[in-house]
């Protein structure tokens, strides 16, 4: 499976029969992750906000929504790419400015797809690793730089043990952050 690169904001837009097709798509790895990019970035003023997400590498969980277009002509069709590019954590909304020309049901599943393929031609992507746990111990003064970078980083922490001078964590983290985190505690 693949997910966007970094955690960033890409936004492409295309015309069609002078409706507007504005896609956006970010990394998301959590359902709170979801909602909060689909707060910020689904304009109320347009017509339709239409998206489609997928979660997760070992428990995955994902949906989509036609926002008011005719059933099955935006959502499915944006998850379509996502499952067919085998993507997880990531979340591709298309937001449609209606321009006054209806583009029926062919032409605008058509539109959908094409916009979020579109995007992923402009997104870096890379394979993601299997979910490690992880135990880590360390000086308890480290504390706050080890906290900031778990939270910078998305890094899981399933518990935590405090002892006189140190700290051991246990963590869920993916195989590519374990040699930061080494070298974090070195």
Known sequence: MKTIKTKKVYSEITEIKKSKFICTVFQVNSKDELDQFLNDFSPK??????????????????GYSDDGEPKGTAGKPIFNVIEKNNLTNICILVTR????IKLG???L?????SSAANILKIVELEEI???????ITFKIN????IEIFLAKNNIEILNKNFKETTCIFELNTFEKNILEIKHLLN
């Open 45 to 62: 003023d347009a017509r339709h906000n239409c998206y489609a997400y997928k979660i997760g590498s070992k428990t995955i969980f994902g």
């Open 97 to 100: 400015y209606f321009g006054g």
């Open 105 to 107: 049901a062919g032409p």
């Open 109 to 113: 599943t058509r539109a959908y797809t």
């Open 129 to 135: 690793n299997e979910i490690n746990k992880l135990t």
């Open 142 to 145: 480290n504390i706050k730089e």
